[in-house]
């Protein structure tokens, strides 16, 4: 049973955390009072929030902000939500992809684009709900472990809050992420390693410091909570509607279940139509232990060792990833990956065909939706959705070396003209 009704956590103000019931174990189904706990008591399991909705209308979400808090009924934070500083992320664009559509032959495609967020990553969305409960249960160091762009997002939304903020990051990352964080915050602190070595780190300093807020550990199930704010949002844009297919891309895999979990929610609250949809996964081959796993037609993740130019998707031992196998073959989805070279072409793909600039998770997302058309996965008659998770000038290295000047001519029509380019 509960501990604790929603908003009557003991030592913390009524309604800080809205509608949310408590946390839930999401393997055996205990529920434990919300509060910095991101574990199962009982059998180790994850938690996450669990919630009484209210009756909540098309109308009142459409009141609401232009950012993530008109969603904020379905979410883990009190009512007065706006009156704390924070980035106010979210209601980014979804761009009808015409272009890329033709050049995919899908039908209908749309590419939700979270490169436009504060710090130009679909993490902003997270971490202002992570912020929320750190501020909320009296956080006194705001920090987190990353592969780039959420470190970003985490030393903006500290310094927007007035909190100090530490960031852990790979001390291979690319150098636009670190300046992007370390402008932000002067505790930037790179740690030799991979990023699951950078997690178990920040793991061991959660569990000896007093009044540190992980935003990806001990406050991870409210932090994740914001990813469903991709979906209402999606849901909301095409008219209240779910598609008919959305491909995301797999890192820890928190994203793609909580796309899945907004969609259910806006089902049961009778905010959209009950519909099939199916949800696919994309990961880089240097680091693909969910997709090797699914199409190996297991349930075990093997942890891999990463190695791949897209950094923001290099977590070798995804904490999610069951649930995104459980959940691309319970909607009739997939998990795929491409190599390096096709993540490079998705990038150039997306930027030439809709004037997108993506990272290379983006690049990564784009290229497998190409190979899970080539393999008949994707149905190319239904409608389609892509998320572009991050802005591509953070990630520069990745396709700098195969673009740039189609040639050099001195200043004369004639050596334009030699050019063939007119």
């Not at 180790?44 to 979400?61: K, S």
Request: hydrophobic share 40%; net charge negative; glycine share 10%.
């Amino acid at each position: 049973m509960p501990a604790a009704g929603p908003g009557t956590v003991p030592g913390v103000r009524e309604g800080a955390f809205g509608n949310a019931r408590s946390l839930l174990c999401r393997e055996c189904g205990h529920e434990v009072e919300l509060g910095p706990s991101y574990a199962c008591p009982e059998c180790f399991g994850p938690l996450e929030v669990a919630y009484d909705f209210p009756a909540v209308t098309r109308e009142e979400i459409e009141a609401g902000p232009r950012n993530i808090w008109r969603y904020k009924a379905l979410l883990p934070v009190p009512t007065d939500i706006e009156t704390s500083p924070n980035t106010e992320p979210g209601f980014t664009r979804l761009l009808e992809a015409r272009n890329l559509g033709r050049e995919l032959g899908i039908e209908k495609l749309w590419v939700k684009d979270d490169s436009t967020n504060p710090t130009n990553s679909f993490k902003d969305r997270v971490v202002a709900c992570a912020l929320s409960a750190a501020r909320e249960l009296d956080a006194k160091v705001f920090a987190c472990p990353s592969t780039g762009n959420l470190a970003n997002a985490v030393a903006a939304a500290g310094a927007r809050a007035g909190m100090k903020t530490v960031v852990f990051i790979p001390s291979n990352l690319e150098k636009p992420k670190q300046v992007n964080s370390a402008v932000y915050t002067d505790s930037l602190v790179a740690v030799e390693g991979n990023y699951d070595d950078v997690n178990k780190l920040a793991q061991e300093i959660a569990a000896e410091e007093e009044g540190w807020a992980f935003v990806n550990v001990n406050v991870r199930p409210f932090y994740a909570e914001g990813s469903k704010t991709l979906g209402y949002e999606i849901a909301e844009q095409l008219g209240w509607r779910l598609p008919d297919q959305v491909v995301i891309p797999v890192a820890s895999g928190s994203q793609l279940t909580k796309v899945h979990k907004a969609f259910q929610e806006l089902i049961k609250l009778g905010l959209v139509e009950a519909k099939p949809y199916k949800i696919f996964g994309a990961q880089a081959t240097g680091c693909s232990p969910v997709s090797t796993a699914y199409k190996a037609g297991v349930d075990a993740i093997r942890p891999v060792k990463p190695d791949t130019i897209a950094k923001s998707l290099a977590i070798g031992n995804p904490a999610d990833g069951i649930y995104v196998l459980d959940i691309a073959r319970e909607t009739g989805g997939a998990v795929d990956d491409v190599n390096d070279d096709e993540v490079r072409e998705g990038i150039l793909l997306l930027a030439r065909t809709e004037g997108v600039f993506t990272e290379t998770a983006g690049g990564t997302t784009v290229a497998v939706t190409r190979k899970l058309v080539q393999t008949g996965q994707l149905d190319t008659s239904l409608e389609t959705v892509i998320i572009n998770t991050g802005m591509g000038l953070k990630t520069l290295d990745a396709v700098s070396e195969q673009v740039g000047p189609a040639a050099t001519i001195k200043a004369s029509y004639a050596a334009f003209a030699d050019t063939g380019i007119a």
